[in-house]
T-cell receptor
Framework: DTAVSQTPKYLVTQMGNDKSIKCEQN?????MYWYKQDSKKFLKIMFS???????INETVPNRFSPKSPDKAHLNLHINSLELGDSAVYFC??????????????????FGPGTRLTVT | AQSVTQPDIHITVSEGASLELRCNYS??????LFWYVQSPGQGLQLLLK??????LVQGIKGFEAEFKRSQSSFNLRKPSVHWSDAAEYFC??????????????FGKGTKLSVIP
């Protein structure tokens, strides 16, 4: 069984369209993340989502919005796609960490990625 | 703000040779440190992590890394490289970001090529 899965694996679309990427984890984790990997392989956090509380990276345009129907899913919606949105998007999950036990070893497990190409 | 530097963009080694990938971090407190590997077209797989305790940590696939606080480094090593180790390697530092989550700040990666 795949721990963290994403669909689709490839997504090709035109500028201005709205698209979604789905993410599901079967690890029983309660925190999920989205990362963006650009053409130079640089990975950057976009969102963290835990117990209905969202932490947003301030550099992420508001065209991007995560939506979580339940603890096992965190989908990424992108409105009005732009050329610069072309990248590989990775979903990840982990156990939640309280500030008190933040030194506990909760590693993040990554999905296989979705390669988005905007033309 | 935290940051990670991987000074080597691309390293080529011969199969059977030893390997060291460098990682330097900047973080105000004692860091969580990670090494991930990404094979072509694949997601990221955790090789090893450091949270506290023994500064030499063992990981999967025969990899190890040593945390050196005085040098702000967390270098990855393997005594004998296999052709299947060819991949992109990412060092990351974790920081608590609130709401029960922590974010990973990644270095720009080191691409490892292995000559048969």
């Amino acid at each position: 069984d795949t721990a963290v899965s994403q669909t689709p694996k490839y997504l090709v679309t035109q500028m201005g369209n709205d698209k979604s990427i789905k993410c599901e984890q079967n690890l029983g984790h309660d925190t999920m993340y989205w990362y963006k990997q650009d053409s130079k392989k640089f990975l950057k956090i976009m969102f963290s989502y835990n117990n209905k509380e969202l932490i947003i990276n301030e550099t992420v345009p508001n065209r991007f919005s995560p939506k979580s129907p339940d603890k096992a899913h965190l989908n990424l919606h992108i409105n009005s796609l732009e050329l610069g949105d072309s990248a590989v998007y990775f979903c990840a999950s982990s156990q939640s960490v309280s500030y008190r036990n933040r030194r506990s070893s909760y590693e993040q497990y990554f999905g296989p990625g979705t390669r988005l190409t905007v033309t | 703000a935290q940051s990670v530097t991987q000074p080597d963009i691309h390293i080529t080694v011969s199969e059977g040779a030893s390997l060291e990938l460098r990682c330097n971090y900047s973080y105000g407190a004692t860091p969580y440190l990670f090494w991930y590997v990404q094979s072509p077209g694949q997601g990221l797989q955790l090789l090893l992590k450091y949270f506290s305790g023994d500064t030499l940590v063992q990981g999967i696939k025969g990899f190890e890394a040593e945390f050196k606080r005085s040098q702000s480094s967390f270098n990855l090593r393997k005594p004998s490289v296999h052709w299947s180790d060819a991949a992109e390697y990412f060092c990351a530092v974790g920081s608590y970001s609130g709401a029960g989550s922590y974010q990973l700040t990644f270095g720009k990666g080191t691409k490892l090529s292995v000559i048969p």
